[in-house]
């Protein structure tokens, strides 16, 4: 079965520094890829998928992320934080061309003056 | 503009009262989906639909019917809600060549 773990419950940051938060996944064929934002009291917004091609996909809001099929990974990076960043972020991989997410658990992020 | 809505964003209910929470689509999208979320579980599917009166059951659809009439139109029904579907619930929708969900606003439920 396809599960997607993201082992950092919390994050905090200094504004300016960068970001990495990680995603593993367990999936028997070709992943689709997702990382969401969820800003408090919001609703999920998406920032980057990856489904082929170039392993390193840029997003919105300066946010990349790598797939590394060798590590099952797809880790997201932002090279300095803003405030405005502070969120819930989740990975999902996509099962069914996408029909179906498999979300991890999420990670919050602090980010502090 | 292109967007999926819900009705309503927050509900206070008593156990065992009948609830529906609607959700539309004006993107013209195959795919329906309902998800709910929970802290530390991330979103969960609970039903989806692939056309109209096509639908099948997620991960989590114990308690929870749904319906697919029309196409722009999914609605997730709570038949005698419990205590335990207190959570958030997301709709998404996709279209047939685009492999990328699109999310509505989300519904709070709260059942006491």
Redesign the interface.
């Known amino acids: 079965a396809q599960s997607v773990t993201q082992p950092d419950i919390h994050i905090t940051v200094s504004e300016g520094a960068s970001l990495e938060l990680r995603c593993n996944y367990s999936y028997g064929a070709t992943p689709y890829l997702f990382w969401y934002v969820q800003s408090p009291g919001q609703g999920l917004q998406l920032l980057l998928k990856y489904f082929s091609g170039d392993t390193l996909v840029q997003g919105i809001k300066g946010f990349e992320a790598e797939f590394k099929r060798s590590q099952s990974s797809f880790n997201l990076r932002k090279p300095s934080v803003h405030w405005s960043d502070a969120a819930e972020y989740f990975c999902a991989v996509g099962r069914g061309y996408g029909n179906k997410l498999v979300f991890g658990a999420g990670t919050i992020l602090r980010v502090k003056s | 503009e292109a967007q999926v809505t819900q009705n309503p964003r927050y509900l206070i209910t008593v156990t065992g009262k009948k609830l529906t929470v609607t959700c539309s689509q004006n993107m013209n999208h195959e795919?329906m989906?309902w998800?709910r979320q929970d802290p530390?579980?991330?979103?969960?599917?609970i039903y989806?639909s692939?056309n109209v009166e096509v639908t099948d059951k997620?991960d989590v659809p114990e308690g929870y019917k749904v319906s697919r009439k029309e196409k722009r139109n999914f609605p997730l029904i709570l038949e005698s809600p419990s205590p335990n579907q207190t959570s958030l619930y997301?709709c998404?929708s996709?279209g047939l060549a685009i492999?990328?969900?699109f999310?509505?606003?989300?519904t709070r439920l709260t059942v006491l």
């Open positions: 795919y989906s998800y530390g579980l991330g979103l969960r599917q989806y692939m997620g997301f998404a996709r492999n990328e969900q999310f509505g606003p989300g």
